[in-house]
């Protein structure tokens, strides 16, 4: 059965601190893995991942996949409040393209 | 104005009562979703439509119903509703054109709350 394992749970850091948060996964036929971010509304949209070792950007956000090891990371630099949310990882399950998700990790950073 | 639009935001009703939540889009997505989230538990799903006449059930269809009455509309049905069905729904679309396995699009959610 194809699953999501997400850690921390939840985390508190204050701003401009640096965290890494980790999407462990199991799938039969790996096609990509997708990161969200959930504030108060709707998922948006951040990453979707392809293939090993190719790190993704976007300002202070950053996402490299493990397809060896079965995991990614998301990296947040010089957090700021606006940061807190909730981040979710998914990927298409096996055979299908409905999407699993993980059960996030909540981050919170104080000012 | 959004591009994925979930209608009420709100609700609150009584066990037993009839539910409808709807969604539409014009994003000209051809796949439509309806997820459930519950605290600890993530996004779970509950239906989900590929195309107007292609509807599939997800990990927790029981006690839910959906209809796809055109390609922008997915509307999701509790026909007697239960308390443990209060939860955030939420409706998303991708589309199936160009590479596979596109992000999907979410709508901002209806909390529903069955006492």
């Known amino acids: 059965e194809d699953k999501v394992v997400q850690s921390p749970l939840s985390l508190v850091v204050h701003e401009g601190d640096t965290v890494t948060l980790n999407c462990s996964y199991e799938?039969?036929?790996?096609?990509?893995l997708l990161w969200y971010k959930q504030e108060k509304k709707a998922p948006t949209f951040l990453f979707m991942l392809t293939s090993s070792g190719i790190e993704k950007k976007s300002g202070r956000l950053s996402s490299i996949l493990d397809k060896k090891e079965l995991f990614s990371i998301l990296n947040i630099t010089a957090t700021q409040t606006g940061d807190s949310a909730v981040y979710l990882c998914?990927?298409?399950?096996?055979?299908?393209?409905?999407?699993?998700f993980g059960t996030g990790t909540r981050l919170k950073v104080l000012a | 104005d959004a591009d994925v639009t979930q209608t009420p935001r709100n609700r609150i009703t009584k066990t037993g009562k009839r539910i409808m939540l709807e969604c539409s889009q014009t994003k000209g997505h051809d796949r439509m979703y309806w997820y459930r989230q519950d605290p600890g538990l993530g996004l779970r799903l509950i239906y989900y439509s590929f195309d107007v006449k292609d509807i599939n059930k997800g990990e927790i269809s029981d006690g839910y119903s959906v209809s796809r009455q055109a390609q922008a509309k997915f509307s999701l049905s509790l026909e007697s509703a239960i308390p443990n069905q209060t939860a955030l729904y939420f409706c998303?679309?991708?589309?199936?054109?160009?590479?596979?396995?596109?992000?999907?699009?979410f709508g901002d959610g209806t909390r529903l709350s069955i006492l």
């Open positions: 998914a990927f298409p399950s096996s055979g299908t393209y409905k999407y699993i």
């Open positions: 998303a679309t991708s589309d199936s054109r160009g590479y596979s396995n596109q992000p999907q699009h």
């Open positions: 799938v039969t036929n790996f096609r990509s």
